[in-house]
């Protein structure tokens, strides 16, 4: 196995926690960065899947709350995983996304 699949096996192996969550408009509440933690920024429009992402890298249970109606994240959130040594950040969408039609109903 290579390296990458070294460390996604140990990502699907431990536990990722929420410790920071922060407004964007507001910098001097977010974390400091840790160097010894990489993060990885989940973003894109509302409702695409960023916090279900999340949630199912994290593989115990639900980290980040998910809801069906567009909008619901107001804040980033940074959720750390102490076995991998990394940072995820879930940022709040930039508009709806409705579903193309090219790819059915």
């Known amino acids: 196995p290579t390296a990458l699949d070294l460390k996604a096996n140990q990502l699907a192996s431990s536990r990722t926690r929420l410790y920071a969550k922060a407004p964007l408009l507001h910098p001097n509440h977010w974390p400091k960065p840790d160097p010894g933690y990489p993060e990885v920024a989940l973003i894109g429009r509302s409702n695409v899947g960023k916090s279900s992402l999340l949630n199912r890298v994290s593989q115990f249970g639900t980290v980040a709350k998910v809801s069906s109606m567009p909008g619901q ?20 969408g930039y508009g709806h996304s409705a579903r193309a039609k090219v790819f059915g109903p």
């Open 73 to 92: 994240t107001k804040q980033a959130a940074w959720y750390r995983n102490r076995k991998v040594r990394l940072d995820f950040i879930d940022m709040p």
